[in-house]
């Protein structure tokens, strides 16, 4: 980017008004002015244009000192709506959010069984056709555990499914004629803990404890989850992987694992697997060694748990993190272990989340040009 070129500037203003408003809430043009460092006549054309583009709408009053009240701008919420899709292992969520990440509509299909790229694509790609066809929106994004092309249309590698090179992205886009983008399922994860919750460590593990496991390393603005198999970390002396491998990680303390062992019931009625011979328990000192392991290589100051499995409550979250201090160096023994604070939600909205940032609010571009 040539910082130099006056329209890169302008996108780049035109970026920080918005992020401001969504900070802040309501402001009048001169305080925005004021806290940008941007001259008055600039901020005025800059809200302008974002209220006739539909971002932004006046209304209210400002109260200043000098007893003159401003005519005040806030986001137009519903100016402009984005669509998150989550295709997870059991369940593929839809939801259309408005731009404060409130959820206006919500769509729950359960995920066949070992889907079929195809088959299940054009379930998707219909179900994101009638949001759009009922609402304007503005942008969509689909969360998965894969590994994802460069441009962001194609899943190079799903982690779970045999599908390889597939443009679910694109053909979402041309059907819909929605501009889509496909994202890792944690690194998703990581923004909406960011967005919703205000998560600002600057250096972090998040581990989505699910169905499956699997890992972000986030350091500052990059966020490496795509390569990463941290539920694959050899933990075990015996227990065949779904993956091929012997002891992993998830054979212990992965939903599908937890559910095989206590012959059939859901990964979710936790209180019947804590009676099946310590299972979970099991499953928390795995966990806890395992993160261990990873905090001595990343130095995480701090790790998040995500995902169905985090939802264990406190007697068991204690068992991981009893597990982690007795293997962990003791300079990081106190690393804390806390569970995502967006609980149940935290799969879900990390799909908005990257809507609202890639097609709206480009936090992360600002984030870099900050730090350059
Ligand atoms: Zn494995």
Redesign the pocket.
């Given at each position: 980017m040539k910082f130099s070129d006056p329209a890169t500037a302008r996108t780049i203003n035109r970026l920080r008004v918005l992020n401001l408003l969504r900070q802040e809430g309501t402001m009048s043009r001169a305080d925005i002015s004021r806290s940008l460092e941007l001259n008055k006549p600039s901020t005025s054309e800059i809200v302008a244009s974002l209220i006739k583009e539909g971002f932004v709408e006046e209304g209210g009053k400002v109260n200043t000192t000098s007893g003159r009240r401003p005519t005040a701008v806030s986001l137009k919420s519903d100016g402009h709506l984005v669509l998150g899709v989550e295709l997870g292992s059991f369940t593929t969520s839809f939801l259309l959010s408005d731009l404060k990440g409130t959820i206006l509509r919500y769509e729950r299909l359960p995920t066949p069984p070992e889907p079929d790229a195809k088959a299940w694509g054009e379930q998707v790609i219909k179900t994101c056709m009638k949001f759009a066809a009922s609402a304007p929106v503005y942008g969509i994004v689909v969360a998965t555990a894969a590994a994802i092309t460069a441009e962001r249309k194609a899943i190079l590698r799903h982690e779970v499914w045999p599908w390889r090179n597939i443009p679910l992205g694109e053909a979402i886009e041309v059907h819909t004629k929605v501009p889509t983008i496909l994202v890792h399922n944690v690194e998703a994860m990581v923004m909406a803990e960011r967005t919703f919750a205000k998560e600002q460590s600057e250096t972090l593990l998040y581990v989505n404890w699910a169905h499956h496991i699997n890992a972000a390393w986030v350091n500052n603005t990059t966020v490496s989850s795509q390569r990463s198999r941290f539920?694959?970390l050899p933990i075990a002396q015996t227990g065949l992987?779904?993956?091929?491998?012997i002891g992993?990680l998830?054979?212990v303390s992965a939903g599908w694992a937890l559910k095989e062992k206590s012959q059939g019931h859901s990964a979710k009625q936790l209180a019947a697997l804590a009676k099946t011979d310590g299972l979970l328990a099991q499953a928390c000192t795995a966990m806890g060694t395992a993160l261990a392991w990873a905090a001595s290589i990343t130095g995480a100051e701090k790790i998040i748990l995500g995902g169905g499995i985090a939802n264990i409550g406190e007697p068991y979250l204690s068992m991981v993190k009893d597990a982690f201090a007795h293997h962990a160096h003791h300079e990081l023994a106190h690393t804390p272990i806390v569970q995502s604070a967006l609980k149940e939600q935290s799969s879900n909205l990390g799909s908005v989340a990257v809507a609202l940032d890639h097609w709206i609010f480009r936090s992360s571009v600002l984030q870099s040009l900050n730090e350059h």
């Open positions: 539920g694959h992987c779904q993956c091929g491998g992993c998830e054979t």
